[in-house]
């Protein structure tokens, strides 16, 4: 067990749809990533989350949002659903704060999640 | 502009033989690190190491070792004595921003040791 929780591990949902991924960070970790791994573009960094702020954004598409609840865990919201969303989304936390003031800190420096498989049909 | 190549998209061995897998990187920051995750087929992602950009040092642990050379902006991996637990996509990693933000994976390198 990583430390880093995410729910559910498999999903599968029709095309239009809305979902939820849940990811509970390891404790005293602050910042919250999440990742898309899908077969065409790889493994992509979407957003960072650094105690309830947003901190970075990558390639996230306009129909994905995400938040990090004051219990520090966060969510990743996908809607209208398109078959190239199906993919494998996982979540990292780290004690980094993405601004420099705090850096990575034990050996790994990210811990990741064992990850979403999200299947649109 | 930052970026991580992972030329080798599939290697074969057979058990026992050496590997390297490549991977270079660019960044401008003159602080950064570099990280290797192995993927097995069950799909999570595993850590290997993390190197930061002020130590050129090459790392031995048990069959694993990496070589990181500035010069040609390389972090390589070897593992020695291949076994077919070996087996899994393996991404090398930049880490943007310096210290502080998030990873640049490349594409992975899809290894496969057959006994």
């Known amino acids: 067990d990583s430390g880093v929780t995410q729910t559910p591990k498999h999903l599968i949902t029709a095309t239009g749809q809305r979902v939820t991924l849940r990811c509970s960070p390891r404790?005293?970790?602050?910042?919250v990533y999440w990742y898309q791994q899908s077969l065409d573009q790889g493994l992509q960094f979407l957003i960072q989350?650094?105690?309830?702020?947003?901190?970075a954004k990558g390639n996230i598409l306009e129909r994905f949002s995400a938040q990090q609840f004051p219990d520090l865990h966060s969510e990743l919201n996908l809607s209208s659903l398109e078959l190239g969303d199906s993919a494998l989304y996982f979540c990292?936390?780290?004690?980094?704060?993405?601004?420099?003031?705090?850096?990575?800190?034990?050996?790994?420096?990210?811990?990741f999640g064992s990850g979403t498989r999200l299947t649109v049909v | 502009a930052q970026k991580v190549t992972q030329a080798q998209t599939e290697i074969s061995v057979v058990e026992k033989e050496d590997v390297t897998l490549d991977c270079v990187y660019e960044t401008r920051d003159t602080t950064y690190y570099l990280f290797w995750y192995k993927q097995p087929p069950s799909g999570e992602l595993v850590f290997l190491i993390r190197?930061?950009?002020?130590?050129?040092q090459n790392e031995i642990s048990g069959r694993y070792s990496w070589n990181f050379q500035k010069s040609t902006s390389s972090f390589n991996f070897t593992i020695t004595a291949s076994q077919v637990v070996d087996s899994a996509v393996y991404f090398c990693?930049?880490?943007?921003?310096?210290?502080?933000?998030?990873?640049?994976f490349g594409k992975g390198t899809k290894l496969s040791v057959k006994p």
């Open positions: 404790s005293g970790d602050l910042s």
């Open positions: 990693a930049l880490n943007y921003g310096g210290s502080q933000g998030n990873l640049i």
């Open positions: 190197r930061n950009s002020f130590d050129e």
């Open positions: 990292a936390s780290s004690v980094a704060d993405g601004q420099g003031a705090r850096e990575l800190g034990d050996v790994a420096g990210y811990t």
């Open positions: 989350y650094y105690n309830g702020e947003e901190r």
